[in-house]
Every structure is written in structure tokens, then in C-alpha cells.
């Protein structure tokens, strides 16, 4: 049986019919793969964008704002120190990921969370706009 940190380090097998060892990477569940890992993270900065873009245009619409966290800052303090409070706490998530991801495998879980609640809510701001 392979153990969790054979997974991290490589595990050395023995060829059948060979007599000596040889090397052989076990790659952990598919989120820990680089592919899926840089969908999680594409698709959690993507919908970010696209969030912003479609929160843009709902207000430049006349449409309220969706999210009751952001709705009081845009009342009160205007569009643009929204993006800046949202791009901020995007750059702090960023910096927690690239911090964690080698030691805390499951913070890719989290952003998996995250990227579909981000898709959520843009398609929460589409519905609103169409």
C-alpha cells in the first residue's frame, strides 16, 4: 500500500522481471495535478473579471447591486474603491494560495469553492441584466 507521503516524494518499485529498482511518480488525486490547478485558478480569477465587468455594466445601467457586502461601499463610497477593495482581497487570496499551496493541498479545494461561487454570481449579474 502507498502511503500519503510516498505520493509527495516518489515511490521507488521493483520491475517484475527487470531485478532493480526503478522510479515511478505517483501523482495524487486529480486536484493536485498542475493542469487541474491551473483551471481552479483561472477559472477563480476569470470569473473575478468577469464579476467586475458585469457589476459595471448593471450599474452603469441603473441595475442595484447585487452583493449586500458591496452595495453599501458603492452607495457610499463609489464604484471605484469597490474594485479596489475587491482587487485587494483577490491579491490577499493570491498571496494565502501561494503561500499554503505546498503545505495545505486542501486550500485548492477552497478555490475550487471559490471560482463556482464567483461563477454564481456572474450569473446572477447576466440574469439581472438581461
Known amino acids: 500500500m502507498i502511503t500519503g ?18 522510479a515511478a511518480v505517483v501523482l495524487p488525486g486529480s486536484l493536485h495535478s498542475r493542469l487541474s490547478q491551473a483551471i481552479i485558478l483561472t477559472g477563480f480569477l ?3 473579471a468577469m464579476d467586475s465587468v458585469t457589476t459595471h455594466l448593471g450599474l452603469a445601467l441603473q441595475h442595484p447591486e ?19 477593495v475587491k482587487g485587494t482581497a483577490v491579491a490577499v487570496l493570491l498571496a494565502v494560495l501561494m503561500l499554503l499551496c505546498r503545505r495545505k493541498p486542501w ?9 463556482w461561487l464567483s461563477a454564481a454570481a456572474v450569473v446572477a449579474n447576466l440574469l439581472q441584466l438581461l
Do not use: C, T
Open 46 to 48: 476569470g470569473f473575478q
Open 107 to 115: 486550500v485548492w479545494h477552497a478555490y475550487r469553492v471559490g471560482a
Open 5 to 22: 507521503e510516498q505520493r509527495l516524494h516518489g515511490v521507488r518499485l521493483r520491475a517484475a522481471n527487470l531485478d532493480k529498482a526503478i
Open 66 to 84: 447585487l452583493n449586500r457586502l458591496m452595495a453599501p461601499l458603492i452607495a457610499s463610497r463609489g464604484e471605484l474603491v469597490a474594485y479596489a
